[in-house]
């Protein structure tokens, strides 16, 4: 493990000369995936000189004991090699968690899509509820949301909306949100009091920059259009709305958010580059799953991951098992415990095919 160790501090000390470097910074691209790295590996940095300063204090206490040329130093040995030896196991564990190889997509930010599924208008509302969710964990996370178009439900919610959430490691935090989730209530618009069961289905994209996908604008069909909703005065009056289309792929995306033409296009080209990615993205995730089975999947978009059943207040996420009875606060953001599961479980798989490494 110190071998690990050593490359790392050296390549963390490589980088660190590295993002200074003139030729560097002028290099957008890889000064952007450098600063990526150096974030990353600092944290490992930290634990090794923790995990070098507790060695060290394990061998001296060890010394000072085999000496016990002092009683009151001897004793104050014994405590420091207690302490020492009780923080390493768990040190060494954290320190193998972190040595994992991290996906690259991890880093980046993310657009989410969220679509009514079955269920009519009872759909469109679970949508706009799941919507709400998502923004209040983001919140709490410190990350930034910003609606890119959406499409309301007849009765409340959305039959479709999209955003962008920008902060730090977000793909990594919620691409195991991708899937089918479910709920199990009485709709609002149900007279008689029965349980319906609708769905939604939720896609997280890894944000693509310009640098990681080239599109060229000869396959790009670009149409502008008046833009609906809520918005004041200028909606339906001003052309200000963009739908994109990518004519090799069939692929389209559009942004109605913003009042500005200019921004809107901006925004619907990040929508765009961000599906391209995510389709070669999904490629390899494919080829990856022929090589293991994983519980937990970031690129299975029709799979059935998560139910919220309201009449027991239950939240259950089907891939590992994980039930919680506490589906007041989830949806109003608390997704912490859900999300740190499904984190655990994917990196024990990591950990597992990497054993052999240790």
């Known amino acids: 493990m110190l071998d690990r160790l050593q490359y790392a501090k050296q390549r963390f000390d490589e980088i660190s000369d590295l993002i200074i470097q003139p030729d560097v910074i002028a290099d957008q691209k890889r000064y952007v995936l450098l600063n990526q790295e150096y974030k990353s590996i600092k944290a490992l940095v930290d634990k090794r000189a923790e995990y070098i300063l507790i060695l060290a204090n394990i061998e001296e206490a060890t010394g000072i004991i085999a000496d016990n040329s002092d009683a009151d130093m001897t004793e104050m040995a014994k405590m420091q090699l207690d302490e020492a030896k009780e923080r390493l196991p768990q040190l060494e564990e954290e320190i193998k968690f972190m040595l994992i190889p991290k996906d690259a997509e991890d880093a980046k930010n993310v657009m989410v899509e969220i679509r009514a ?35 309301e439900g007849t009765s409340g919610g959305f039959k479709e909306v999209i955003f962008e959430v920008t902060g730090e490691d977000v793909y990594g935090t919620l691409k195991f949100e991708a899937g089918v989730h479910r709920v199990q209530r009485v709709p609002q618009t149900e007279t008689q009091g029965r349980v319906h069961t609708s769905a939604a289905t939720v896609m997280v994209l890894p944000e693509a920059e310009e640098f990681d996908v080239q599109i060229d604008m000869n396959d790009v069909r670009v149409d502008f259009f008046c833009s609906s909703g809520p918005g004041g005065q200028s909606v339906n009056t001003t052309k200000s709305a963009v739908r994109l289309t990518h004519i090799p792929t069939g692929l389209v995306a559009q942004c109605q958010d913003q009042k500005s033409q200019h921004k809107n296009k901006d925004k619907a080209f990040g929508v765009l580059r961000s599906r391209l990615y995510e389709q070669e993205l999904a490629k390899k995730q494919a080829e990856d799953a022929t090589k293991r089975t994983s519980q937990v999947s970031s690129g299975d978009r029709s799979a059935k991951i998560r139910t919220y059943n309201y009449a027991q207040g239950r939240v259950t996420d089907h891939r590992v098992g994980l039930t919680l009875y506490d589906l007041g606060n989830i949806m109003n953001g608390d997704i912490q415990k859900i999300v740190d599961e499904l984190q655990l479980v994917n990196n024990m798989e990591k950990l597992k095919e990497a054993s052999e490494v240790f």
């Open 117 to 151: 599924g079955t269920g009519g208008d009872e759909a469109s509302i679970f949508a706009g509820d799941l919507f709400r969710m998502y923004t209040k964990y983001c919140e709490g996370q410190g990350w930034r949301t910003s609606v890119v178009d959406m499409n």
